[in-house]
């Protein structure tokens, strides 16, 4: 036990909590005192307990925890889909009150419309729009995912990672300020995985929308992140934030990378050893 | 070639089969069942009397009638009864206690209500189809993916935008199962209701041409006759399976 409460002081050298960020970043995105309780048979199950976090605009932020620690049931606060027990998120200073157009939630790929063709799924949120708009912004988000050739196809019809493209395009297609993902890519192949990981950055590039983004890996929540949320076991607390201040692309072998995945495992209680 | 072979397969059987008919009643004493030429002979002998299309009209008539009025019914009440739980919860059980009672149960009710005629063996229809559509729908709201319901929301869709376009397009694959199975119940109960409820239809033509003299050529005409309908709108309905926006339901995907 020593050696851990000795390598916790090592990591806080290499991971400096006063955050010195690049750039200031405007706040889009604040959760204030997020609490939830959850009543299951008489049963009170704590799952979050005092959550404040802020997210910057065009900032993308992971949060990282491990499974079942309700690190979803957070993200489904954020978005509105759930109210908390205690708290609140302010989203431009405004409270939520529900999910909105504004703010898409990415599921795992089985969130795509089975009945709707490609096109179908990614003009589903369109339909405020004239038929020929809908028609550009459907070609431009099947090119910007790659999915050419297939916009008549039906999600049955398509791989596990393209599913999953298709489902980030449909929520592009609405031009939301925010994407919540729910481990997105965690039904995937470990290559299809690490390909999607490289496109998710290539279009949050291109687009620059604030991604708050679930995840329990902690390779890729730091190849992926600004910032990395790491959260405690239930009740979940925010154990630490990680500034990962590497430029991207990112090198997974360098040796900041190396430093700050050692100090994550550690921060989480895992010896990195198989 | 071979998807050629696949079909003539069922084929050779019917004729199989017929052969194996017509020459074992051709050699036996007793008298079981008439020659399949015979039932020919009968089928001809409804044409020309002008029975044959009456009576197939008469019985698609009430058929469509019962069924279409509890699809009407039954699956807007079902979706309903789907969506809100709670409503769904309570008046299950009852439902479940009327499932079990037999269409052919109520003949003597639907008599005493609307006496001999049409408007009884139609009700039997609609009795027999309703609570198996009205299960169904419930059942099929039951089994949508709460991840499609809130991307809908997410993607700031009405109520009524939500029902019509991820509710109805998500449950249709199964409605369509539950009508192609609940109009076969429909067409079992419109030849039942026929025997006793009516004077004309299919079912009424086998009643009838065995108490006006032993016609067993025409009861097994009646037979027959039900079978290749029922098959026909079988079929019918199949074909809306391959509409390919509802085929994801089917798939094991």
């Known amino acids: ?10 990591l806080k050298s290499v991971v400096p909590e006063t955050v010195s960020r690049k750039k200031v970043l405007k706040t889009k995105l604040h959760a204030e005192g997020i609490s939830m309780v959850f009543n299951s048979d008489g049963n009170r199950v704590a799952v979050l307990e005092a959550i404040d976090l802020k997210v910057g605009e065009g900032e993308f932020v992971c949060v990282l925890g491990p499974s079942g620690c309700g690190k979803s049931t957070l993200l489904n606060i954020i978005a509105g889909f759930i109210s908390p027990t205690c708290g609140q998120v302010r989203i431009d200073g405004d409270a939520v009150r529900g999910p909105d ?3 898409i939630f990415v599921f795992q790929e089985r969130g795509v419309f089975p009945w709707l063709t490609v096109e179908g799924n990614i003009g589903f949120g369109l339909f405020k729009l004239s038929k020929a708009e809908r028609r550009e912004r459907i070609a431009h988000y099947v090119k910007l995912v790659g999915l050419q050739g ?3 196809a039906y999600p049955q019809e398509l791989s596990g990672g393209m599913k999953q493209r298709l489902e980030v395009a449909r929520a592009l297609a609405v031009n939301p300020d925010v994407l919540f993902m729910d481990e997105p890519f965690g039904a995937l192949d470990s290559i299809t995985r690490l390909t999607m990981r490289g496109e998710l950055l290539r279009i949050w590039r291109a687009e620059r929308k604030t991604i708050v983004f679930v995840t329990h890996d902690i390779e890729e929540s730091i190849q992926l992140a600004d910032r990395v949320v790491v959260m405690s076991a239930r009740p979940a607390r925010i154990q630490r934030i990680v500034n990962i201040d ?17 100090g994550i495992f550690e921060q989480i209680g ?3 050893k198989v | 070639m ?6 003539l397969r069922p084929v050779a059987f019917i004729v199989l089969i017929l052969t194996i008919w017509h020459f074992a009643i051709h050699y036996q004493k007793v008298h079981l069942l008439p020659t399949p030429l015979a039932v020919a002979g009968g089928v001809v002998e409804l044409a020309q009397h002008g029975l044959l299309v009456k009576y197939v009209v008469a019985s698609l008539f009430r058929v469509t009638w019962g069924f279409a009025g509890a699809a009407i019914l039954a699956i807007p009440f079902g979706l309903a009864l789907g969506w809100h739980r709670r409503s769904g919860m309570a008046l299950n059980p009852l439902i479940q206690i009327f499932r079990p009672i037999s269409p052919l149960a109520w003949i003597p009710i639907s008599i005493l209500w609307f006496g001999v005629g049409d408007v009884s063996a139609i009700f039997l229809i609609f009795l027999a189809s309703f609570l198996p559509l009205t299960v169904t729908a419930m059942n099929a709201v039951a089994s949508v993916s709460p991840v499609h319901i809130n991307a809908a929301r997410n993607f700031g869709l009405s109520q009524s935008q939500l029902v019509s376009r991820v509710l109805y397009p998500a449950v249709a694959p199964q409605l369509i199962v539950g ?4 109009l076969g119940v429909a067409w079992l109960v419109v030849v039942a209701a026929e025997m006793i409820a009516v004077n004309s239809g299919l079912g009424f033509l086998i009643v009838d041409s ?3 003299g032993n016609r067993y050529d025409l009861v097994v005409a009646g037979m027959v006759l039900i079978g290749v309908i029922g098959w026909l709108l079988d079929l019918g309905t199949r074909s809306l399976e391959k509409v390919k926006s509802l085929r994801w339901g089917y798939s094991e995907d």
């Open chain 1, 246 to 262: 590497i430029s991207h692309p990112r090198d997974i072998s360098s040796r900041r990378y190396l430093e700050l995945r050692d």
């Open chain 1, 1 to 10: 036990m020593g050696s851990i409460i000795a390598d916790s002081t090592v």
């Open chain 2, 2 to 7: 071979i998807d050629c072979f696949a079909r």
């Open chain 2, 210 to 212: 065995r108490n006006a």
């Open chain 2, 179 to 182: 009508l192609r199975i609940t």
């Open chain 1, 101 to 103: 157009p504004r703010r």
């Open chain 1, 270 to 272: 895992l010896a990195h």
């Open chain 1, 150 to 152: 297939f916009e008549k």
